[in-house]
């Protein structure tokens, strides 16, 4: 099974059903694959072969699914790249990809001409929205157009080996890695994602995350391959807007990240918007506090909360059944359907329950390995128990209890060493997430001559609260072992943030 083949099977089903509500418009499963097929034509027609990147650089909307099936269908690999990425790192992924075909929208232009003008490889941008013209200093700018294909279409001789997307990380470690998923891999993660959350072809989901973010992307593939609704959004920036329209299409599962949670449990009217239709919430890419847990509880009480982890290298590891989260709120459950995960120490033994340590999974879902990154990729891909598989090394710190179930600690490089003990910034921060008045914070750890590291927190305060580095140093000592306590407290007006969302704490140090 191809991953743009769980798309075409709904179509079959209910090509009259609506798929896809974005900007105003309603698309349905049957309008939405014609789009994309005729869009197919066209690329083909511009020479795309099997195993091309085509790379979207689009804000959320109807052509930004469009083209992943398109690309999809001509059994090219697709390529999203988030819209608020700048000039430079946009010719990095352009060039490392070798991508073949660029679609844009027209007013990322001051971005992407740019970008254009150091590639060889591209030969042809699609640009959206190109009433105004086209850059006039680059003849491979062409007007976008998903209904345009004046030859027939042909059908590639895809498996489900090949390439179908390639989704490049953060780079916040250095330069961006593209991470290979192949057919297997994605239709793998997608299946079992949406079988624990028991969607359904009469749910309607919202998503606000850019689709360049996996979790984002797969609310795309997960909606449509149930024959559920997508309500797409292009971001949370206007948060009661969102809210107005969960209420008026009767949004059913509300994905989001901690940034979109706190966002929302900021918002004074936010009792004022309720959700009847509203069941299930999930939450991944950084864990949720139980301040945080409490007050969606609270505010959405006919709702299941699922804590979810993953990353971009397998797309979804763990979820927490919602009735176990008065049980154990801090975990993020246990492996899902069709992996295996488990703990190993520092020279690869595996770990019993109960003890802490790199969490490493084995499945389907794990990624082939970085583009053209042979040394990154076997830093991350190593042998396995089978002889000949690759098992995925996340470079993630977990502790299990004793019945297994995972608590995240830290990253690796991320733990703080203080007095000669091992501090997780995220037990720290999850203590000043419970503090009156926090809105968001983050943990690091700073040289010190005596302590060797010492904790420093950066804190953003909820409008119109005022707490002083005495009181929050003194509250964390009420609460957490005196090594672990905050040395320092820094409070800011914001914190910078991933382009997916997540606090960065890259340079905060």
């Known amino acids: 099974m191809l991953l743009h083949q769980l798309f075409e099977q709904s179509v079959?089903?209910?090509?009259?059903?609506?798929?896809?509500?974005?900007?105003?418009?309603?698309?349905?499963?049957?309008?939405?694959?014609?789009?994309?097929?005729?869009?197919?034509?066209?690329?083909?027609?511009?020479?795309?072969?099997?195993?091309?990147?085509v790379a979207t650089f689009l804000d959320?909307?109807?052509?930004?699914?469009?083209?992943?099936?398109?690309?999809?269908?001509?059994?090219?690999?697709?390529?999203?790249?988030?819209?608020?990425?700048?000039?430079?790192?946009?010719?990095?992924?352009?060039?490392?990809?070798?991508?073949?075909?660029?679609?844009?929208?027209?007013?990322?232009?001051?971005?992407?001409?740019?970008?254009?003008?150091q590639n060889?490889?591209?030969?042809?941008?699609?640009?959206?929205?190109?009433?105004?013209?086209?850059?006039?200093?680059?003849a491979r700018c062409l007007p976008y157009s998903s209904s345009a294909g004046t030859a027939s279409f042909e059908v590639p001789a895809t498996i489900d080996q090949d390439l179908a997307g390639l989704i490049y990380t953060s780079g916040s470690t250095g330069d961006p890695k593209g991470v290979m998923l192949t057919h297997l891999n994605m239709v793998s993660a997608a299946r079992s994602i949406s079988s624990y959350l028991a969607m359904q072809p009469d749910d309607t989901v919202i998503c606000v995350l850019p689709l360049a973010f996996d979790y984002g992307l797969y609310q795309v593939l997960m909606s449509f391959l149930v024959g559920a609704t997508l309500v797409l959004e292009r971001s949370f920036?206007?948060?009661?807007?969102?809210?107005?329209?969960?209420?008026?299409?009767?949004?059913?599962?509300?994905?989001?990240?901690?940034?979109?949670?706190?966002?929302?449990?900021?918002?004074?009217?936010?009792?004022?918007?309720?959700?009847?239709?509203?069941?299930?919430?999930?939450n991944t890419a950084a864990a949720l506090s139980e301040e945080h847990i409490r007050q969606l509880r609270s505010i959405f009480p006919q709702t299941q909360l699922y804590s979810m982890y993953g990353l971009t290298e397998c797309k979804r590891v763990t979820y927490l059944p919602p009735e176990q989260l008065d049980i154990r709120p801090t975990s993020v459950g246990r492996g899902m359907p069709n992996e295996e995960v488990w703990l190993v120490d520092a020279a690869g033994q595996r770990l019993p329950n109960g003890s802490t340590g790199e969490l490493v999974i084995r499945g389907s879902n794990v990624m082939r390995?970085?583009?053209?990154?042979?040394?990154?990729?076997?830093?991350?891909?190593?042998?396995?128990?089978?002889?000949?598989?690759?098992?995925?090394?996340?470079?993630?710190?977990?502790?299990?209890?004793?019945?297994?179930?995972?608590?995240?600690v830290a990253r690796k490089d991320d733990i703080i060493k203080s007095r000669g003990e091992k501090v997780s910034p995220r037990e720290v921060e999850n203590v000043l997430y419970g503090m009156p008045g926090v809105l968001e914070a983050a943990v690091v750890g700073v040289p010190d001559p005596v302590l060797?590291?010492?904790?420093?927190?950066?804190?953003?305060?909820?409008?119109?609260?005022?707490?002083?580095?005495?009181?929050?140093?003194?509250?964390?000592?009420?609460?957490?072992?005196?090594?672990?306590?905050?040395?320092?407290?820094?409070?800011?007006?914001?914190?910078?943030?991933?382009?997916?969302?997540?606090?960065?704490?890259?340079g905060l140090a």
């Open 12 to 53: 079959q089903r209910a090509p009259d059903k609506v798929a896809l509500v974005a900007d105003g418009r309603r698309h349905t499963y049957a309008e939405l694959d014609a789009q994309a097929t005729a869009l197919a034509a066209v690329l083909q027609q511009r020479g795309l072969q099997r195993g091309d990147r």
């Open 60 to 117: 959320n909307g109807v052509e930004a699914v469009v083209s992943i099936y398109a690309a999809l269908k001509c059994g090219a690999v697709f390529m999203p790249i988030n819209p608020l990425t700048k000039q430079d790192k946009l010719a990095y992924m352009l060039n490392d990809a070798r991508t073949s075909v660029l679609i844009a929208h027209a007013p990322l232009q001051s971005e992407f001409e740019g970008a254009l003008a």
């Open 120 to 138: 060889q490889s591209l030969h042809a941008c699609l640009v959206v929205g190109s009433d105004d013209g086209l850059p006039p200093s680059d």
């Open 237 to 282: 920036s206007f948060p009661v807007k969102v809210l107005e329209t969960m209420a008026r299409e009767k949004v059913t599962i509300f994905p989001g990240v901690p940034t979109v949670f706190s966002l929302l449990m900021n918002l004074k009217t936010l009792r004022d918007h309720p959700l009847p239709a509203l069941r299930k919430i999930t």
């Open 369 to 408: 390995g970085y583009w053209e990154k042979p040394a990154q990729t076997a830093e991350r891909l190593k042998p396995g128990p089978i002889p000949g598989e690759l098992i995925l090394h996340s470079g993630d710190i977990f502790r299990t209890d004793d019945e297994g179930w995972l608590y995240f």
């Open 452 to 506: 060797g590291e010492a904790v420093k927190a950066f804190v953003t305060l909820k409008a119109g609260v005022t707490l002083t580095e005495r009181e929050v140093i003194k509250y964390c000592l009420s609460k957490l072992e005196s090594f672990m306590a905050p040395k320092y407290v820094a409070f800011v007006a914001e914190l910078p943030k991933t382009d997916t969302g997540k606090i960065k704490k890259t």
